[in-house]
């Protein structure tokens, strides 16, 4: 109080000849004034910046710093120290290197916010290898008179390493690594901190709460006192490149859970909102667990999205095994609803004569010629009937008229094609149709016929993406299912894209298409456009090591080690997940519906 009255009285005398000199008109007062001013400040009677405030000084930053603690208004900050790390990369395998970096996130992932804070600093080069040279003097004299000695031998083998690479031009710098450890209250904060620590100790890592000034050096960014002294090659850790790339957080954080990473520990997620295309493709032999996956992600989008979800069952173990995860479902009998190949769908007529040869050629693996053939002949009957010089169209009027074109061969030919096409295009309801928002699924377990299945499955496809394709980007609005996807895949040919357009074009009119396959050599020619167009790649395990460094690499960032150790000995039910547009590939533990009591 006497000081800032002191300070009170100081700011008189050199104001009042001021005021004086205005008063007065008079610059003596002035004069006096900028005298005494002068005077004060020479004897340091007065800080200048005191004068702003009349004696207040500035508030300080409301920063407490204490032992192993840093309290900031209501938030506490417990201090973590790694003062020692015995072992480096070096001296361990890798396998060894990625389960202690797991296991260390693990111990550092606790509380609400943890950081980690890495300082490097500059040091004195000369006075370093002063230390190193008495050091290695030190250690040869321990060495001569005591040869048995291997821990004396391997450090002097280790500082003339040192030695040399700081001669070749190698610059050393100091490190120490800081925990963070953010709270609402100093007893969790340091409880927390303290449990870093534990931890820490079992990885044989020294960490110890810091002390206030190493705290202080850390906040105001002095000059480092202690720390480890380490050369760039030895602590990669404190560059951008240690940090391990994984797939984008928007892309596996959100959207349909997949199953758990197994390195990791931490769950994956489709978000089939976001990703670059929304299909998915499963490859796995019999007995890994892919059709139980198929189900569960089906039947979760189904659930979460609130849209239609269609399976092809091609066995009829999927309706099995809906009912026993109690999953409610529309069953759909294709031999009483109708296909409805001749509907034009609404697309002009030539369009559905493309559509419908590449439909047939597909499905009986006709070549160009009868392909061609059917064409010309359906596109001319859509003419008449778009003219309205036919009231109805059938396959009889079609056979009919290929009856009357065509020469006794090609008709025993188209006469047998039709036949079969009659079966499932009748007079019954459209399937289309019945399809309906939830889990659908078409039985096709009781057509024995392959020909027929994949006539089938394509002409539903086809529909759904004549449905589906006159509105553009407004989201997810269907998800077409189907297991044992060779059934169509391997009979596509590049000239009549079905499948493979609505791989590539999917996303645009918002449907998604899920498939799992045995093979590779399933997808038939047009693999390549398969495997780089999925927007999620899942592969199931498989101890065939040729499959993984020949097939697999190609699509994913995997290396030989991965496959040696990791790859080849997934169990049932893990697999390798890959999201198209980062070839970074997770190892996950799938996660299934459970089934229930019968």
Do not use: C
Not at 162 to 168: A, F, T, V
Not at 217 to 234: H, I
């Amino acid at each position: 109080m006497e000081v800032k009255q002191e300070k009170l009285s100081f700011l008189v005398v050199i104001v009042l000849p001021v005021i004086l000199a205005v008063v007065y008109k008079d610059p003596f007062f002035l004069l006096l004034s900028m005298i005494s001013l002068i005077l004060i400040l020479k004897r340091g009677l007065i800080d200048l910046g005191s004068l702003w405030f009349l004696g207040q000084s500035k508030p300080a930053l409301a920063v407490k710093v204490d032992e192993g603690l840093i309290i900031s208004g209501n938030e506490y900050i417990g201090v973590v120290e790694v003062h020692d790390v015995p072992v480096n990369y070096r001296d361990v395998s890798e396998l060894s290197l990625k389960n202690l970096i797991v296991s260390f996130y693990k111990v550092v992932n606790v509380g609400k916010q943890v950081d980690i804070t890495f300082r490097k600093k500059h040091v004195d080069i000369g006075k370093y290898k002063e230390k190193l040279i008495h050091r290695a003097q030190n250690l040869r004299v321990i060495v001569e008179s005591d040869p048995s000695n291997t821990r004396a031998r391997s450090e002097l083998d280790l500082v003339n390493n040192i030695l040399e690479r700081l001669n070749e031009g190698e610059i050393p710098f100091k490190y120490v690594i800081f925990i963070l450890v953010r709270s609402s209250s100093k007893e969790e904060a340091l409880q927390i901190s303290k449990v870093i620590i534990r931890g820490l100790d079992g990885l044989g890592l020294k960490a110890r709460l810091a002390s206030r000034a190493d705290i202080l050096d850390l906040l105001f960014l002095k000059e480092l006192k202690d720390g480890s002294t380490a050369l760039s090659l030895q602590v990669p850790f404190l560059t951008p490149f240690s940090v391990e790339k994984l797939p984008e957080l928007e892309v596996r954080s959100e959207g349909i859970y997949l199953g758990n990473d197994i390195e990791r520990n931490m769950p994956v997620f489709w978000n089939i909102e976001k990703v670059e295309n929304p299909q998915m493709l499963v490859i796995g032999p019999s007995g890994s667990g892919k059709t139980e996956f198929l189900i569960s992600v089906g039947s979760k989008i189904a659930l979460q999205e609130s849209i239609p979800v269609l399976f092809f069952d091609v066995k009829g173990d999927i309706k099995r095994r809906l009912r026993e995860r109690k999953v409610p479902f529309k069953l759909l009998n294709p031999l009483l609803y109708s296909i409805s190949m001749l509907e034009p769908n609404s697309v002009h007529y030539t369009l559905r004569a493309i559509q419908l040869e590449r439909i047939i050629a597909n499905s009986f693996s006709l070549d160009r010629v009868y392909s061609s053939i059917i064409f010309h002949l359906l596109n001319s009957l859509f003419e008449e009937y778009a003219s309205g010089k036919l009231q109805k169209l059938s396959w009889d009027l079609v056979e009919e008229r290929a009856k009357n074109q065509f020469d006794e061969v090609t008709f025993l030919v188209l006469s047998k094609i039709i036949e079969i096409l009659k079966v499932a295009d009748h007079e019954g309801p459209p399937l289309l149709n019945q399809i309906s928002q939830g889990v659908n699924v078409i039985d096709l377990s009781l057509i024995k016929s392959e020909v027929l299945r994949r006539l089938i499955i394509l002409s539903v496809l086809q529909d759904f993406y004549n449905k589906y394709s006159s509105i553009v980007d407004e989201g997810l609005r269907a998800v077409l299912v189907i297991d044992e996807a060779w059934t169509i895949l391997r009979n596509e040919r590049e000239e009549y894209p079905i499948v493979s357009d609505i791989v590539k074009r999917g996303r645009g009119f918002g449907i998604s298409l899920l498939m799992a396959t045995q093979n590779v050599e399933d997808l038939g020619d047009l693999v390549n456009v398969y495997l780089d167009n999925v927007g999620l790649l899942v592969v199931m395990n498989n101890g065939d090591k040729k499959f993984w460094n020949d097939t697999v690499k190609r699509f994913a960032s995997i290396t030989d080690q991965d496959v040696e150790i990791r790859l080849s000995y997934m169990g049932k039910g893990e697999a390798l997940v890959r999201f198209l547009g980062d070839p970074r590939p997770l190892i996950v533990k799938l996660h299934v519906l459970a089934a229930g009591p019968v």
